[in-house]
């Protein structure tokens, strides 16, 4: 793991950096069960990235099966990407399961605000209180109905434009919500709003890095102490693997290649020497 | 982007080999977000090629959002390589809707012909008039019935035997029909039929190649002057970058690596510098 | 073709292992024609996998065009690994009518004895007779009722714990069954287990290698003079170019990458002087 392009200037206490980065060490360890209910995109990238973070992920997503492996899982993701009236079964049925049961799961709300049938899904959805949302900026304000400006998947708002909608979103369901962009945010009610300055613009050009992210929110959650500090952890690791598979890259194709590569490597020590941590 | 192994000899005129690698250029400026109805193959992928050539992908799908966000998005490809009762609604709506709303769109009529549920299909939507019809020849022949020897995605026939029905579609629908092979043709009422003679037959051992000209093409399409030099100017930058490409790579998944990073690199400069137009 | 780094110490006879190397160049003169219905996780990563081993890929996987393409394919492949009410009907039919038409099947059994729709699914696929079983330990044991130690598609159990049930499901379906592991082994009834102990750790962290080989079998088939031959012929294959990839590899996403490179390299010869057969 060599040296970011973008050096770290650490203005959080170094014990706040080192409980974020001794979660992916932890994850290793762990190797979390973790069930993925997401769109048909992203399907392998998912499943490679949970694999490369040291999780051991399956795509149990069918009405049928969906909510008895939630009981069975460590960690469940429910990603609204490519939703039809099948998958909003599944997605709901198996959300309650997981409530029931008393367990975490990260809701990434895919371009909602921007589609209909998405958008009444993911706040359905949100009534059985995913310890953490993640989603850009554009996504945080259409799950509570604010008009933003993404069109699909792109965000068409700034990070720091949600901070607020994200902390009422936090206060409503008692987990966290994290913010994707430039600089990502993590929010939640009794701690202190952390910036992440890590990550490169090349990701926005492989599709599934977003979801990804979400994936490993989800194997992060049952490690971590809490759901702010798994949002955390999950989002350092993926950018500091990031900043060193974008070094290595030559355009996107091997950017994917690398950054799973890069995640197959990144740990505590690398995250604790890299993180820009704001 | 390096010189291809293949030395091009254009035969035609300098200015038509300048208007087509233009477009190659205006599509990363104006960014088109193009709405994807494609099969479960190649979902990643495809997005992949179309972030990689600067087009804004996403891939809504379903009979509940297609047809909405067909009104929304710049471009719109309906590939019917995997098909099932639930798609074919989806897609013939959401086709439905791009007609009436007057805006471009591209069909994919994978291994129409062979099998009698895409091939009914693809016609239905050809009544809904794609700007572009992109496949190879026996996919070609078997979308107006026609006998070809296709097995599968695999083309039997080859490019030339497919030309006379491709101008016989183009005149039905207006557009333009782009034929894939060894080297393609893509043939349109008013203007003479165009050869690209670029290309690397290690395109045919990577799923998805072809179905990524389609994805190609419906980005390319809000952008052009004509749906013919949309089809050019997208089979022209696939395979400059594939000639790259294929010069870098150990094989073919090293291919696909490549074909990605050479897609995010190639500009007018390099299409016009590469072209080999017949 | 590099040496692997587990040098081979072959026990059995060199003509068995000069049959089981010629396989791999036979695949390649006959193209088979593969149709897939598998998960959909994996759809890409398997088309390529079978594009580099010479075979055709053709997902044809609906209700209503699976069961008559699977007369026009010369292999075919079912895997139950993201099963819902809709891909089991897909399934059953598509089985029922190979087994109609007297022609060669593989069954990939993905996590079947965790979950209760796969598991009763791959119990009736099972009456259709598939030529060949594919899976770990686990999922054999779980086929037939055995209470493994598995979870999702990880093995809980090892290869030598399934060898009894392996041998009884063989002599059920008159076919043979391929277990997976550390060290792969071939059952039939009629012929000496063989074991197979070349591959390497890090195939397990690239999601689809496991579902791959299965689809190898599916294309071997049609080829091979016995089931039990082409899941040791296809076993071969993968794991030789797998010791290749993964001497080549720096990381996961790396080792995808090569193998595909190097599945499209690896023939007879590299078979015969490097595979470990036991």
């Given at each position: 793991?060599?040296?970011?392009?973008?050096?770290?200037?650490?203005?959080?206490?170094?014990?706040?950096?080192?409980?974020?980065?001794?979660?992916?060490?932890?994850?290793r360890v762990a190797a979390p069960l973790t069930q993925c209910l997401t769109n048909s995109v992203v399907t392998g990238f998912t499943?490679?990235?949970?694999?490369?973070?040291?999780?051991?992920p399956a795509m149990v997503d069918s009405l049928e099966e969906g909510p008895i492996f939630a009981d069975i899982a460590d960690g469940l993701l429910i990603n609204v990407g490519t939703v039809n009236a099948m998958t909003?079964?599944?997605?709901?049925?198996?959300?309650?399961?997981?409530?029931?049961?008393?367990?975490?799961?990260?809701?990434?709300?895919?371009?909602?605000?921007?589609?209909?049938v998405r958008t009444a899904l993911a706040r359905d959805l949100l009534e059985h209180r995913p310890s953490v949302v993640r989603g850009n900026a554009s996504e945080v304000l259409g799950l509570v109905g604010e008009t933003g400006a993404g069109r699909g998947v792109d965000a068409g708002d700034d990070v720091d434009s949600a901070l607020d909608v994200a902390a009422a979103l936090a206060a409503r369901t008692g987990g966290a919500v994290a913010v994707s962009g430039e600089v990502d945010a993590v929010v939640a009610t009794d701690t202190p709003t952390l910036r992440i300055a890590n990550g490169h613009p090349i990701m926005t050009k492989v599709t599934g890095v977003g979801c990804a992210l979400g994936a490993m929110v989800a194997a992060y959650l049952p490690v971590a102490r809490t759901p702010h500090l798994?949002?955390?952890?999950?989002?350092?690791?993926?950018?500091?693997?990031?900043?060193?598979?974008?070094?290595?890259?030559?355009?996107?194709?091997?950017?994917?290649?690398?950054?799973?590569?890069?995640?197959?490597?990144?740990?505590?020590?690398?995250?604790?020497a890299n993180l820009d941590l704001r």
């Amino acid at each position: 793991m060599i040296a970011p392009r973008n050096t770290p200037a650490p203005t959080r206490p170094r014990a706040e950096v080192d409980e974020i980065a001794a979660v992916v060490d932890a994850v290793r360890v762990a190797a979390p069960l973790t069930q993925c209910l997401t769109n048909s995109v992203v399907t392998g990238f998912t499943a490679n990235v949970l694999l490369a973070v040291g999780a051991s992920p399956a795509m149990v997503d069918s009405l049928e099966e969906g909510p008895i492996f939630a009981d069975i899982a460590d960690g469940l993701l429910i990603n609204v990407g490519t939703v039809n009236a099948m998958t909003v079964d599944s997605m709901l049925a198996t959300a309650a399961a997981r409530e029931d049961a008393g367990r975490t799961w990260c809701l990434d709300p895919v371009a909602v605000g921007a589609l209909p049938v998405r958008t009444a899904l993911a706040r359905d959805l949100l009534e059985h209180r995913p310890s953490v949302v993640r989603g850009n900026a554009s996504e945080v304000l259409g799950l509570v109905g604010e008009t933003g400006a993404g069109r699909g998947v792109d965000a068409g708002d700034d990070v720091d434009s949600a901070l607020d909608v994200a902390a009422a979103l936090a206060a409503r369901t008692g987990g966290a919500v994290a913010v994707s962009g430039e600089v990502d945010a993590v929010v939640a009610t009794d701690t202190p709003t952390l910036r992440i300055a890590n990550g490169h613009p090349i990701m926005t050009k492989v599709t599934g890095v977003g979801c990804a992210l979400g994936a490993m929110v989800a194997a992060y959650l049952p490690v971590a102490r809490t759901p702010h500090l798994a949002a955390a952890a999950a989002t350092a690791a993926l950018t500091v693997a990031a900043d060193d598979a974008a070094y290595r890259a030559s355009g996107p194709g091997s950017f994917a290649v690398e950054l799973l590569d890069a995640l197959a490597r990144v740990d505590a020590e690398a995250v604790a020497a890299n993180l820009d941590l704001r």
